[in-house]
């Protein structure tokens, strides 16, 4: 099964409370929201499409927990909660034992067995949306196959950084792109072996 993460960013790397502000996951951060003003038609499409398309959802614990009861709620007009809700979600958590979100198994304990576990089955794709320091995890262990990073034309200057100052070096492969009305542009590239260097 190939693992796709999906990230929305600034141009200055931060991929935090792109949708708003919430104080249980950004608590004290002022500058949320920052993704909505530059979401036109085609662009909400394209992320749409991105979140129909998978097999199942890769969530951390606090993406959960703000999805589970926001997505999960909104179900049945075709949108974002449906393409979420309808498909199976594998939650990496230490804590839940019986998630409410009908369709979730957790992943605790020895979660990079629990993630191999996965993507040794054929075909299908798992899609990580959100879920920032999992990501960032799975990075580091080499177990993204794909980066599908949608980046708004806007400079925070401060919030959580998507990629972090020391982390693995990854070359990547461009794929596809697509430049949208607003200046954004998402692109999907292929995560692959350590960068050459001249």
């Known amino acids: 099964m190939k693992l796709t993460v999906h990230v929305q960013i600034t141009l200055d790397g931060v991929a935090q409370a792109n949708g708003g502000n919430n104080e249980y996951t950004d608590p004290g951060f002022t500058r949320g929201g920052w993704a909505l003003p530059l979401g036109d038609d085609e662009g909400v499409q394209y992320i749409l499409d991105d979140w129909r398309r998978p ?85 580091e262990h080499e177990l993204v196959d794909e980066l599908d990073l949608v980046q708004f034309p806007v400079i925070l200057g401060e919030g959580k950084q998507f990629f972090p100052l020391h982390g693995p070096d990854l070359a990547l492969e461009l794929l596809s792109y697509r430049v949208f009305g607003t200046g954004v542009v998402a692109r999907t590239f292929r995560v692959g072996g350590r960068p050459a260097y001249a």
Do not use: C, H, M
Request: charged residues 15%; neutral net charge.
């Open 55 to 139: 097999d199942a959802f890769l969530l951390g614990r606090t993406t959960y927990d703000v999805f589970a009861p926001y997505w999960g709620s909104q179900v049945g007009d075709g949108g974002f909660g449906d393409a979420i809700s309808s498909k199976p979600k594998y939650l990496v958590s230490n804590t839940v034992t019986n998630p409410e979100w009908q369709g979730t198994t957790v992943l605790s304990g020895d979660v990079l067995s629990g993630v191999r576990t996965l993507k040794a089955r054929s075909g299908g794709e798992l899609l990580v949306v959100g879920s920032v320091r999992l990501a960032q995890w799975l990075f």
